[in-house]
């Protein structure tokens, strides 16, 4: 299937090029598009695509493929419009958009929005034992935590490219149209922490709302939300489940922390269910199920298949066998809506105003 890229910064680099290169059977990448030219002609060269672009509008105008993979920073939702409206499939790297509008007005057409850890084959497994045990009605808490350092840190073997070749006047015009979508999202008033948290939810936290609307469904409410410590910081966030029990977030951004970490615990009255995820930059690194069961017997379960890999291989059997994706559109927005009740949330109580969307 020929193929797109759309953004060549870090993840595509870091693990999209190494993965396209070893799935040639799947793949054929026919163009790139980058605001940095610098970084459309390495990411092009390294996968043999002869067309390099600085302008979507243009690489959809010339074609030439079948699908577009999204893979730039900030919104998506223009991107994936624009993209849908000239009749491609779509694999939207997440958040598919930071507004609802924006997902409001994307025109009928395939797109997948991509949350890999969906797709890791330990959590699959987990979903696999979740319902032997009764699905969502028999948990009785979901608890995350996530330790973050630096992107620097987590990326320092990757030897990127980087790009120094983009109009500052060009990427100053592009960081206000962002940030006018988010005072659409949460108001033109809305101060800079309550825009700071949204960022992490839709930018980070996210991740762990896609794992429970696979597990549990997404949260009935927010009922609590703190942050504290410089900023990224610390946050938490505490709700109930939409069936039974609660949830709670706990996200640290860590600097110098050794490694990157993240735990998603599920209880129930029998036991628990436990992953633990490396860096998603490492690529076949396993993430660890474990599962505690009676006379509290521990079984773990690794499997070091790359769960970003096999989101690519769902992707290609959307689009060419009609296999639905495990989140749409609709699961897009969902992820976007509960966002924006985390801010809202905060903001509440914290007295701060709060307008647009999430009001």
Known sequence: MRIALVGCGAVTQAVYVPLLSRRRDLFEVSAVCDLSRTLADAVGDRLGAARRYTAVADLLADGGFEAVVVLASGSHGETVRQALAAGYAVLCEKPLALTRAEVAALPEGRLMVGYMKQYDPAVRRAEEVLAELGG???????????????????LAFANLTQAGDV?????????????????RALGEEAPEQVRHLYGVALGSICHDLSLMRRFTGSPAEISYVDMWGAAPGSIEISGPLPVQGRFSIRWHYL????????????????GSLELVFPSPYLMNAPTTLTVVSGGESRTHWRDVTEAFEIQLAA?????????????????????IVTAQRIAARYAVLNDLPLGGESA
């Open 136 to 154: 969502p009605e028999a948990i009785r808490a979901v608890e995350v935590t996530v330790l973050h350092p630096s992107g620097e840190s987590q």
């Open 167 to 183: 109009d500052a006047g060009l990427l100053a015009s592009l960081r206000a149209a962002e940030r006018d979508l988010v005072s």
């Open 315 to 335: 992707f290609h059997a959307y689009v060419n066998d009609g296999k639905p994706p495990l989140t749409d559109a609709a699961g897009g927005l969902e992820d």
């Open 255 to 270: 600097e110098d922390y050794p490694a990157y970490r993240e735990t998603v615990a599920i209880h129930h009255d029998r």
